[in-house]
């Protein structure tokens, strides 16, 4: 079946560090690719998105591209601030909606 | 903002209570779902409904487990027969199209404690 399989956290970086979380999927067909972000105390909001192999999906200075020939969807930020600090998960849709298990990232100043 | 929205925001009860947990997906949404996620483990996905009917649950959805679209805007999730391992915040999310395409608008969640 499908499923998604994301980098155990927890993350700790300093402000301005670059950020790499790898994501790799499992699917029959052609998903579509999500990387969402929760707040503390908060719902899943999305983060970006990729509906087919090469898009690039960003958003908030934060980048993820489809890669069918790994299959990765890894979310990259070249710059992260205290404000960074989440839970991201890497969701797979091709019927419905598989999430990652979550990587939690805390952004020290 | 259109959003989705999700009473309670926290619900405690005793074992073997039956509960109901509701949302109110964003008006012109064909699609609903119900996730779940047990505290700092993954987002599950429970059910999806279209149409009024499910069109797709996990093995997680067991008999305990039923929703419905009474009245054209509220998405009920109910649980007859709680258990402990059903505490967890349960996310409730809409889409105007079929999730392989579309985003999921989720709700702020239901935190239900079981005890």
């Known amino acids: 079946g499908n499923s998604v399989t994301q980098m155990e956290g927890p993350v700790t970086l300093s402000e301005e560090a670059f950020l790499t979380i790898n994501c790799t999927y499992t699917?029959?067909?052609?998903?579509?690719l999500f990387w969402y972000v929760q707040y503390p105390g908060e719902g899943l909001q999305l983060l970006l998105k990729?509906?087919?192999?090469?898009d690039k999906g960003s958003n908030k200075g934060f980048e993820a591209t489809y890669r069918k020939e790994t299959t990765s969807f890894h979310l990259e930020k070249g710059s992260v601030q205290v404000s960074d600090s989440a839970v991201y998960f890497c969701a797979l849709s091709a019927y419905d909606m598989r999430f990652g298990a979550g990587t939690r990232l805390t952004v020290k100043p | 903002e259109p959003e989705v929205t999700q009473t309670p925001s926290h619900q405690v009860t005793q074992m073997g209570q039956e509960v109901i947990l509701r949302c109110v997906p964003i008006s012109n949404h064909l699609y609903f779902y119900w996730y779940r996620q047990i505290l700092g483990q993954k987002v599950e996905f429970l059910v999806s409904f279209y149409n009024n009917e499910i069109s797709e649950k996990s093995e997680i959805f067991d008999d305990q487990f039923s929703v419905e679209r009474p009245d054209g805007s509220n998405f009920t999730l109910k649980i007859r027969s709680t258990k402990l391992e059903d505490s967890a915040m349960y996310f409730c999310a809409s889409s105007e199209i079929l999730a392989s395409t579309g985003e999921l608008f989720f709700g702020e969640g239901s935190r239900l404690t079981v005890l």
């Open positions: 699917a029959t067909g052609y998903p579509s």
């Open positions: 990729a509906t087919k192999a090469d």
